[in-house]
């Protein structure tokens, strides 16, 4: 899209939702959010970043192929659900850690890790659909 | 440790050995054979160990629970039948890994070919000590993949390819009856194991069931051991390597069936409909077996018709059922395994080391390969049932069921001999045509092989001749346990070399005599054969190629009708069956919603949305083009939204906004790609009629919602998930905790789902618009003669 004033907005757009959709996947737990809706919001700014400058940029500063993405996300959802196996719980039980960092506590846990595999996998999928679509599409 | 995990592992050894076969094949070369070999001689010592415990009558059995709530097990039943083909198939196959490390010495696919040949082995051991009827099942089938990938192991030609298909097709089908015939059983005995099962006495045979159950196990039982007119697929399965034949279709695989047939005899046995099926298939399985390998003059289709004609041999005398045919099967069973086996790996070194296997090719090699051809001669006399051999005792024992007087008994025993003595007639000719006459020569320099290709075909050889020389030894603690399970009851075999006058050797000689008349007259007699198949001209194997070309071409035809490829079919369809389910049920069931409430306060700001939605909507409607459409659409989503926010459910609105969002930038995205008209071009009567599927559809959703909500709400989940959300999972926002932590498996599914679909549609888009309407144009006009080229 040629509007200078779309051109001039989109990087600040995008970084300010790609901010947003990992606060959103972050606090998803006990506030509304997490990791699907967290993927759209950072699918979301890929396309508006995509209508300003092109599909090439957007494949350039996301580096990884789209689908390589969803498939982290998915290799990290699938282990957030074996390492349960390994500390003898049923697949999938989510398992809490509090580690101190920076004289904070931090709770991590394999939910999260699952969340993320969620976010990654949306963001990867319909990223690359969408990506797809609008690099032969152009006008 | 103890048995139970030792025989465990036994099983899992050869899958194990054939995981790490390539990799030592590689590094190895054919040497590798020695140390892989030494996997089926472990599983054999393993099992010889429970010989002596066997053979005093004693069965053993052990295993694993596998799906408990199904009454699943992974377990196994050990007495003197499985012992037995265990025995055989660990035995048998380490001298077949040996012959596969010399026949294909510098294969490029060694490797590949040990592994498959390993995995066989560890199936065919699984089936016949499977004591569960799934167990059984599994291996059952699994024994068919691996013979597929065996037989097409030299996947270039076209010829093996058909082959293996033929055999996967023939007896995985054959296999899918066997499970419906073992669900019968299981229905009415209640019983998963074969254990149970035999401990039931004649209330199987007296249900209404019976036929049907014993109809589908035969089904399995015959295209596995390819009786007639199942038997097309084993000559044609000759296109595998050697040792391949040697050990799937002669000692192994194809006694599946025979097995099968042996195991259930007990309890399914002795019927007249047992007795006339088996009987009947297996003597003409025998007798045209037999007459087809006369045919033939390539050594490995000679004696795979041969086998043929041995398994229609033991299927009858396991319908005969007297006490004496029983023996004669187990006695034959071990015999034929022995020198086939033997014969097959003789024609694989001759084919070998002088490049040929044609009898018309072959003559004179006997001072050249001194070793093969005592080894051939040694397994047909075994195989003609000459003395001092184990044949002889199983011809003899066999000639002993026939002492009865009457019409069907003399019957039997003419046609046996005939087949007997055309068997004979071809295991000479085997035996002996290469080795004798006047020299020809051969497309390779023939030479003796090497030691990796002799040994297999030796130890048999000798075993043929050591077992009957000690025959007393060997039918205490092999025949007469193996003969008892066939039976159900304790059995004594006794039959030995002394010699006993009597009917059985007065048929022995006959068949001797006739056997030497068709040796003489082999030419004359193969050219008879050739005649009347040339008239007879169809057979079951062009039976087999029509049925295909049948199945693919309603294939086509199902598929064309069903999916011709229009979008707007599918879409009319799949929405009219909707709108039908919606509308027609409540209707049939009087379940109509009542008349709703509608309060006469809704706040005006919830009506200022409400009419922001229908207003979406009549924009739609009225869009002159699809773009504009496309975007009034989502002021309905974003109303939608919005609705939910007021309503408390900020997640689903916060997501519903986003999947608004980015529907209406991917199908924008798509009407730019697809370069459609930007106008709807349906014309009145098609717009009538999708506008009708749209409000039936709408309306039929409306009324069910209305129902839905008018049902009480059950809490029970919401204070479930409201009293554990914060407490277990550790997070207030319950929606996500459920998302995430308790329902998780679900979400793993669905996010696989949607990585699945994005590559689908990843694939879609990057087809061109352009090459798509010039690849596919003329593809979907010869692919239903490619498809036949290929079957």
């Known amino acids: 899209m040629k509007s200078v004033i779309f051109r001039t907005v989109a990087p600040v757009l995008t970084s300010l939702m790609a901010l947003f959709s990992i606060f959103v996947l972050l606090r998803g737990h006990n506030e509304p959010g997490g990791g699907f809706i967290g993927g759209l919001i950072a699918v979301s700014a890929l396309a508006i970043y995509g209508m300003a400058y092109g599909v090439e940029t957007v494949r350039r500063a996301i580096f990884f192929h789209p689908m390589a993405i969803a498939g982290a996300g998915l290799l990290a959802a699938t282990l957030a659900g074996l390492i349960s196996i390994f500390a003898r719980v049923p697949f999938m039980t989510g398992l809490w850690i509090y580690p101190a960092i920076l004289g904070l506590e931090v709770p991590l846990s394999t939910v999260l890790l699952f969340d993320a595999g969620v976010y990654l996998v949306v963001v990867g999928a319909i990223g690359s659909i969408a990506l797809s679509l609008e690099e032969r599409g152009g006008e | ?791």
């Open chain 2, 1 to 791: 440790m103890d048995v139970t995990a030792l025989t465990f592992m036994a099983l899992a050894l050869p899958f194990a050995a054939a995981l790490v076969a390539p990799g030592l094949t590689r590094f190895l070369g054919q040497n590798a054979a020695w140390v892989l070999a030494l996997a089926p001689a472990a599983i054999f010592l393993h099992f010889f160990r429970f010989v002596p415990e066997v053979a005093s009558g004693e069965s053993l059995t052990g295993g694993y629970a596998w799906i408990p709530s199904f009454n699943v097990s992974f377990s196994w039943l050990i007495d003197g039948l499985s012992l037995t083909f265990v025995l055989l198939i660990s035995g048998i196959g380490a001298l077949i890994v040996l012959y596969s490390g010399g026949y294909l010495k510098g294969h490029p696919q060694q490797g590949r070919f040990f592994c498959f040949i390993l995995m066989f082995m560890g199936s065919m051991q699984g089936l016949v000590v499977a004591d569960s009827f799934l167990m059984l099942f599994v291996f059952w089938e699994l024994t068919s993949i691996t013979s597929f990938l065996l037989i097409g192991f030299d996947h270039g030609r076209e010829a093996a390819r058909r082959a293996a298909l033929q055999a996967l097709v023939v007896t995985g089908g054959g296999g899918l009856l066997l499970l419906a015939g073992l669900l019968i059983l299981w229905n009415v005995s209640g019983v998963t194991q074969l254990s149970l099962l035999l401990s039931f006495g004649s209330e199987l045979k007296e249900s209404p069931f019976y036929l049907a159950a014993l109809l589908l196990v035969l089904g399995g039982a015959f295209t596995k051991s390819a009786q007639f007119p199942f038997h097309f697929w084993l000559p044609n399965a000759m296109e595998a390597p050697t040792p391949v034949s040697a050990y799937l279709h002669s000692a192994t695989m194809v006694k599946a069936g025979v097995y099968l047939l042996m195991r259930l005899n007990p309890v399914l046995g002795g019927t007249p409909e047992w007795q006339l099926f088996l009987s009947l298939f297996g003597v003409a399985t025998l007798v045209i077996g037999a007459a087809l390998a006369v045919r033939e003059s390539d050594l490995k289709l000679m004696l795979a018709y041969t086998t043929m004609a041995s398994l229609g041999l033991l299927v009858m005398l396991i319908g005969l059922g007297s006490p004496h045919a029983i023996e004669a099967a187990a006695l034959y069973l071990v015999a034929h395994a022995l020198f086939k086996g033997a014969l097959f790996m003789v024609a694989g070194i001759l084919d070998h080391e002088t490049g040929s296997r044609d009898l018309s090719h072959l003559g004179g090699l006997r001072s050249t390969m001194p070793l093969t051809f005592s080894v051939a001669l040694a397994a047909a006399l075994s195989m003609g049932g000459l003395p001092p051999f184990f044949g002889f005792l199983a011809k003899e024992e066999l000639y002993s069921a026939f002492t009865a007087t009457d019409l069907r008994s003399a019957l039997f025993a003419t046609l046996t001999v005939l087949g007997n003595a055309l068997m004979f007639a071809v295991a000479f000719a085997v035996a002996l045509k290469p080795f004798l006459g006047p020299r020809v020569s051969t497309p390779k320099h023939a030479h003796e092989g090497p030691l990796l290709l002799w040994i297999g075909p030796a130890v048999l050889a000798l075993k043929g001749l050591s077992i009957a020389l000690m025959s007393g030894f060997a039918h205490r603690l092999i025949s007469s346990p193996t003969a008892s399970a066939i039976a159900g009851e304790p059995r004594t075999v006794e039959i030995s070399l002394a010699p006993h006058l009597g009917l059985p050797l007065v048929l022995s000689a006959l068949t001797v005599a006739l056997g030497l008349a068709f040796y003489v007259n082999l030419a004359r007699l193969r050219a008879a054969m050739k005649a009347i198949l040339i008239d007879i001209g169809w057979g079951p194997d062009r039976g087999f190629d029509q049925f295909m070309r049948g199945l693919v071409r309603f294939a086509v035809a199902v598929t064309r009708r069903l999916q011709g490829g229009r979008f707007e079919v599918y879409m009319t369809a799949t929405f009219a069956l909707v709108a039908f389910i919606l509308l027609a049920v409540p209707l049939r069931y009087g379940e109509f919603p009542r008349a709703p409430f509608f309060s006469a306060d809704v706040p005006a700001h919830e009506l200022a949305i409400m009419a922001i939605a229908v207003g979406g909507l009549f924009a739609v409607v009225v869009a002159a083009d699809r773009l504009t459409a496309i975007v009034s659409l989502g002021i309905q989503g974003f109303a939608v939204a919005v609705i939910y926010l007021l309503y408390g459910a900020p997640d689903l609105s916060f997501t519903q906004l986003m999947v608004e969002t980015l529907s209406v930038v991917v199908l924008a995205l798509v009407m730019t790609r697809l370069q459609l008209s930007p106008a709807d071009h349906r014309p009145l009567p098609e717009k009538l009629r999708d506008v009708a599927i749209a409000l039936a559809c709408g309306l039929g959703f409306g009324l069910f919602l209305l129902r839905v909500t008018a049902v009480p709400f059950d809490r029970t989940l919401t204070e479930f998930f409201n009293l554990y959300s914060k407490s277990v999972a550790h997070g207030a926002n319950v929606v996500n905790v459920i998302i995430v932590d308790f329902r998780a498996t679900d979400t793993l599914g669905e996010i696989a789902v949607v990585m699945i679909t994005g590559l689908a549609i990843l694939a879609l888009v990057r087809l061109r618009a352009g090459s798509l309407k010039r690849a596919v144009a003329p593809e979907l006009s010869t692919d239903e003669s490619a498809m036949e080229e290929r079957v």
